[in-house]
């Protein structure tokens, strides 16, 4: 069915994080292809030719964007509250924050009266993991979750680091949430803010909050000395592993105990260098919230939503344990934090343990 943008009630996209990337790929998407999969509406009772929309906002404002005013829309034949439980447990096209399931659960708690047993219910987990969900979304400032729904800051670093703040001091969530939506920070970034703001004392944590430039400088200037540091290291270990085949192309037939001490080393070898080589990868952000029975960790069901009009999910970088030090002059990395390059892990492969046998010369 046709409906005109004016027959639609939009009051469940307040409940949605807004990713200013994705928009713009279902942008481009709609503006090549149209329109290719409805939005979700459900009836208003009592009011003739209008609707509430549960699913299909992004593809709203895409449309109106490109100055369209109607959209193509399925209707569901059912209660509004139903609807969006069902659209929900269907969606595992798209990320989904804890803070947005906390509007969700939020929104049904006021709206529709549903207590937490009953929420745990509909949503096939724990009381525990509903009231967690309910904290988050009433630990933090009204100002900032808008922040979040606007796209200015992520939900996840709202949930990772802005959040935790909010617990012990609103006044520097305010100033760190500024802080992030100035500069767009991303997860990893922002981890490294919040890292050194919480080992810090309350005067480091002021300094970090008024000159947050000086700190981001500091930390650009140590992860070059790093990066460095780190490619040495990789060029030191790549020469050592070319003078041992050298060794070993030149050297007498070696013995069986001899080979399989050499495999061992050459198996450790690889181990290590493939943890490093993890470590530099960047990492894919994983807070999609799963769907399991009375469990906070459990694994999706199997089948998914058809994609339809989106152009694919972004990706951000999760950051790691944080550990930080001096927030002016000593780092406040630990493990994979700071963006470095891929390095591909070294092939050693099958080295022979016949003289006159090497295997590829340096």
Same mark, same amino acid.
């Given at each position: 069915?046709?409906?005109?943008?004016?027959?639609?009630?939009?009051?469940?996209?307040?409940?949605?994080?807004?990713?200013?990337?994705?928009?713009?790929?279902?942008?481009?998407?709609?503006?090549?292809?149209?329109?290719?999969?409805?939005?979700?509406?459900?009836?208003?009772?009592?009011?003739?030719?209008?609707?509430?929309?549960?699913?299909?906002?992004?593809?709203?404002?895409?449309?109106?964007?490109?100055?369209?005013?109607?959209?193509?829309?399925?209707?569901?034949?059912?209660?509004?509250?139903?609807?969006?439980?069902?659209?929900?447990?269907?969606?595992?096209?798209?990320?989904?924050?804890?803070?947005?399931?906390?509007?969700?659960?939020?929104?049904?708690?006021?709206?529709?009266?549903?207590?937490?047993?009953?929420?745990?219910?509909?949503?096939?987990?724990? *009381? %525990?993991?509903?009231? &967690? +969900? $309910? !904290?988050?979304?009433?630990? /933090?400032?009204?100002?900032?979750? @808008?922040?979040? #729904?606007?796209?200015?800051?992520?939900?996840?670093?709202?949930?990772?680091?802005?959040?935790?703040?909010?617990?012990?001091?609103?006044?520097?969530?305010?100033?760190?949430?500024?802080?992030?939506?100035?500069?767009?920070?991303?997860?990893?970034?922002?981890?490294?803010?919040?890292?050194?703001?919480?080992?810090?004392?309350?005067?480091?944590?002021?300094?970090?909050?008024?000159?947050?430039?000086?700190?981001?400088?500091?930390?650009?200037?140590?992860?070059?000395?790093?990066?460095?540091?780190?490619?040495?290291?990789?060029?030191?270990?790549?020469?050592? *592993? %070319?003078?041992?085949? &050298? +060794? $070993? !192309?030149?050297?007498?037939? /070696?013995?069986?105990?001899?080979? @399989?001490?050499? #495999?061992?080393?050459?198996?450790?070898?690889?181990?290590?260098?493939?943890?490093?080589?993890?470590?530099?990868?960047?990492?894919?952000?994983?807070?999609?919230?799963?769907?399991?029975?009375?469990?906070?960790?459990?694994?999706?069901?199997?089948?998914?939503?058809?994609?339809?009009?989106?152009?694919?999910?972004?990706?951000?970088?999760?950051?790691?344990?944080?550990?930080?030090?001096?927030?002016?002059?000593?780092?406040?990395?630990?493990?994979?934090?700071?963006?470095?390059?891929?390095?591909?892990?070294?092939?050693?492969?099958?080295?022979?343990?016949?003289?006159?046998?090497?295997?590829?010369?340096?």
């Amino acid at each position: 069915m046709q409906l005109e943008f004016h027959q639609l009630d939009r009051g469940w996209e307040r409940l949605r994080a807004r990713h200013p990337a994705r928009q713009r790929r279902l942008l481009a998407s709609l503006a090549e292809s149209g329109q290719q999969t409805p939005i979700v509406v459900v009836a208003v009772e009592g009011q003739p030719n209008r609707y509430v929309v549960i699913d299909g906002y992004k593809r709203i404002a895409a449309l109106e964007q490109l100055g369209r005013d109607t959209v193509e829309a399925i209707l569901w034949p059912m209660s509004e509250a139903a609807a969006v439980l069902l659209d929900r447990s269907l969606r595992f096209s798209e990320p989904e924050s804890a803070l947005e399931v906390g509007w969700l659960l939020a929104e049904l708690a006021h709206r529709f009266g549903y207590g937490l047993e009953e929420l745990a219910h509909r949503f096939d987990r724990s *009381v %525990n993991w509903v009231s &967690r +969900r $309910l !904290a988050l979304v009433e630990v /933090l400032p009204e100002a900032i979750q @808008e922040q979040v #729904r606007q796209g200015q800051i992520p939900a996840q670093v709202a949930m990772k680091f802005l959040a935790p703040v909010a617990r012990q001091s609103l006044e520097d969530c305010q100033r760190m949430a500024a802080i992030f939506a100035q500069r767009r920070s991303q997860v990893r970034e922002a981890g490294l803010l919040y890292a050194a703001w919480r080992k810090g004392s309350r005067a480091v944590r002021k300094r970090l909050l008024e000159q947050p430039e000086l700190f981001f400088k500091t930390q650009r200037q140590e992860s070059k000395l790093l990066d460095a540091e780190l490619l040495r290291d990789l060029e030191m270990a790549a020469a050592i *592993v %070319n003078r041992a085949q &050298r +060794r $070993l !192309a030149g050297a007498a037939e /070696l013995d069986a105990r001899q080979c @399989e001490s050499a #495999r061992r080393q050459i198996d450790r070898i690889k181990r290590q260098l493939q943890r490093i080589g993890e470590q530099l990868e960047p990492e894919q952000e994983t807070h999609v919230e799963p769907k399991s029975t009375h469990d906070d960790s459990g694994t999706g069901r199997p089948g998914s939503r058809q994609a339809g009009d989106c152009a694919g999910a972004e990706c951000e970088p999760i950051v790691g344990a944080p550990g930080a030090a001096s927030p002016f002059g000593g780092s406040a990395r630990a493990g994979s934090w700071g963006e470095s390059r891929t390095l591909p892990a070294a092939d050693f492969g099958s080295a022979a343990c016949v003289q006159g046998e090497p295997g590829p010369g340096p």
